[in-house]
């Protein structure tokens, strides 16, 4: 089960603290005002200075904000001076707040990014602010409307969902030196330096100095049909996730567009584009922040707080990866699939496996020979432990090669349990049956207003030990509340070994985000959950499997099927008992240590280095 801190927050009460937050740090009111009992809170929040209210330890209060010259497309003298204080001021402050060595302080500077836009959205949501509806120039697409959303103007008077684009250009010196989120693919447009002066009332050209050089390219959104960009954004480097790379490097010259995430400070309105400033950009790529995931999450133990803005980026990375291979702008052939991924590094797994299956039977052949070379052997014992010896690799071997021919046979829930430092942050695809739904709503700005699901999935070598899956989004007509749901797949992203507590003891667990699961019930499945009531008669897959199930065999069949109709019912009810024996076995074996069987003959795959395991040679 996931911490109750991400599960049983209220909405209401959120966004009531959100308010008490805005009261308690608002500029004071005139005293006549002070007095009034019962005024209502859009109108007390209307006095409120935005311009001296800062959220976060990212949010920056500057004395030049006033300089920027919103909706001008070029930066002035003046701009450029405010624009390098801007960049100064955000470097002191980062070191300020990481110069705290206490577990919270990356969480806390991560997290600071997504303070502004949820506040100024609780303001919208109580009627405190006013944003319009803004219209584009002719012949561009307009970027505020959703890709589904039809083609029609949106009116003037106001907007029907909180748009952090829209509330930019409504009032763009509100956000000089706040903190943003946003995604998209950006696309280099130029090399740009930010020059700092040592004399203000000089001309800039004259008083120029050493800068900072940061590249500029425009951002356009996922789902957007055209290539109209909503920001200008400027970086000075790039947080690779993809293993071919370095992880941050300057922006490569041989690279014109990269699908990123961005968390940075707006500028200035340029032209009706924010100009975002970030320290460096994220890519978005088929491979999760895989270095981050190692460096930040916190293994063995619970979902904590220092771990939940990394918790919550993973998820949506998954997400914008699928968005960005439905993107128009893209060829969704040249990007690999998730599953496909976890395929590749299966393989890269099983061959990492084989590496230390040959070298350590090199090691313990020589090891036998030291002992024949001692005399610590006699020859005939000698050549009896190197048959078997030999016996037990070319064993190893044919699994292996099993193995690497189909995936599938592969033990990839015995490996992941028992060696989690080698998966954590990569993807990796489980098949089985699910036994525990549980839907609550998503506490990030990521996800506002939307549920996770977390599911329980049992594989065939997992025995009585769960994985943890996490997603946004289930099939539809999705039976939740079955006891039993077959035909489970999933490629997620191994985050890390989870702690739950069992009835009696605490357990471990491998905890998977996935962007989304796969349900492939057979017609008798989905016609038996029907019968029960876990799906409805009239949804479409019941209705499917009905057609399927009356385009079968005609009336010469019929005496067959009334003849293995007491087959299927024997069949049934055996398999009913068989459930409740398992779900018996299964309460009493969740309170025990897991134990995973070695055998050469099994189905599964155990550690394939340990080949020796077991046997006296």
């Not at 078997?388 to 690497?404: F, H, P, V």
């Amino acid at each position: 089960m996931l911490p109750h801190h991400l599960i049983n927050q209220h909405p209401r009460l959120r966004r009531h603290l959100l308010l008490l937050v805005f009261l308690n740090l608002m500029v004071m009111l005139p005293a006549s005002a002070a007095g009034q009992v019962g005024q209502k809170n859009a109108a007390v929040l209307n006095r409120f200075n935005w311009a001296t209210y800062q959220t976060s330890p990212a949010d920056l209060i500057l004395e030049t904000a006033s300089a920027f010259r919103h909706r001008a497309p070029h930066l002035d003298y003046q701009e450029r001076v405010a624009y390098r204080e801007l960049l100064d001021e955000i470097s002191l402050r980062r070191q300020e707040v990481l110069a705290n060595q206490t577990d919270g302080a990356t969480a806390a500077w991560e997290a600071a990014f997504y303070r502004f836009e949820e506040l100024r959205k609780t303001a919208w949501e109580e009627g405190a602010l006013t944003i319009s509806g803004v219209q584009t120039e002719a012949g561009l697409s307009d970027p505020f409307r959703d890709a589904d959303e039809a083609a029609e103007t949106i009116s003037s008077e106001g907007i029907r969902a909180y748009s952090l684009f829209a509330d930019i250009r409504n009032h763009p010196e509100h956000f000089v030196g706040r903190p943003v989120v946003m995604r998209g693919i950006m696309r280099r447009r130029e090399t740009v330096t930010i020059q700092s002066s040592s004399d203000r009332d000089r001309r800039f050209e004259v008083a120029e100095r050493e800068g900072t050089t940061v590249t500029r390219g425009e951002l356009i959104p996922f789902g957007n049909s055209s290539d109209a960009p909503i920001a200008l954004v400027d970086t000075s480097a790039v947080e690779f996730t993809s293993t071919r790379r370095p992880a941050t490097t300057p922006w490569p010259s041989n690279t014109q567009s990269l699908p990123v995430l961005v968390k940075g400070w707006v500028v200035k309105l340029w032209d009706h584009k924010p100009l975002i400033y970030c320290q460096s950009v994220r890519e978005i790529s088929v491979q999760p922040p895989r270095e981050l995931i190692r460096q930040f999450a916190v293994d063995n133990g619970p979902l904590v707080d220092q771990e939940s803005w990394l918790y919550y980026e993973t998820l949506a990375s998954l997400q914008d990866y699928e968005d960005l291979r439905r993107s128009p702008l893209v060829k969704a052939d040249r990007l690999p699939s998730h599953f496909e991924a976890a395929d590749r590094f299966i393989a890269s797994r099983l061959t990492k496996l084989r590496t230390d299956m040959a070298t350590k039977a090199v090691a313990d052949g020589d090891a036998l020979q030291k002992q024949f070379d001692n005399g610590q052997l006699t020859r005939e014992q000698f050549q009896t432990r190197r048959k078997r010896l030999d016996q037990i690799w070319r064993q190893r071997e044919s699994r292996y090669e099993a193995n690497a021919k189909d995936h599938r046979r592969f033990g990839t829930f015995v490996d992941l349990f028992t060696n989690p430092e080698e998966w954590q942050g990569h993807l990796v695809t489980l098949r089985g049956h699910v036994r525990h739904v549980l839907s609550y709503p998503a506490r990030h700005p990521e996800f506002a207003g939307e549920y996770l699901h977390e599911l329980w999935l049992y594989t065939e070598d997992s025995q009585s030990n769960p994985a943890v899956i996490v997603t946004p989004s289930l099939p539809e007509d999705f039976p939740t509340e079955s006891d039993v749901i077959d035909h489970v797949s999933v490629t997620g992203c191994f985050f890390k070994s989870y702690v739950y507590r069992g009835q009696e003891t605490r357990r471990i667990a491998p905890l998977i985000l996935a962007n989304r699961v796969h349900w492939s019930p057979t017609d008798d499945q989905i016609l038996s959950l029907a019968d029960t009531g876990h799906l409805k008669s009239g949804s479409t897959l019941v209705e499917r499997a009905r057609q399927r199930r009356s385009d079968g065999p005609g009336g010469m069949a019929l005496l067959l099927v009334s003849f293995g109709a007491m087959l299927t019912i024997m069949i049934l009810w055996g398999r009913s008992q068989r459930e409740r024996r398992d779900r018996r076995n299964l309460l009493k074996r969740m309170n025990g240590p897991p134990v995973f069987e070695s055998s050469l003959d099994g189905d599964y795959a155990p550690r394939l280095s340990d080949y020796t395991a077991g046997y006296d040679l």
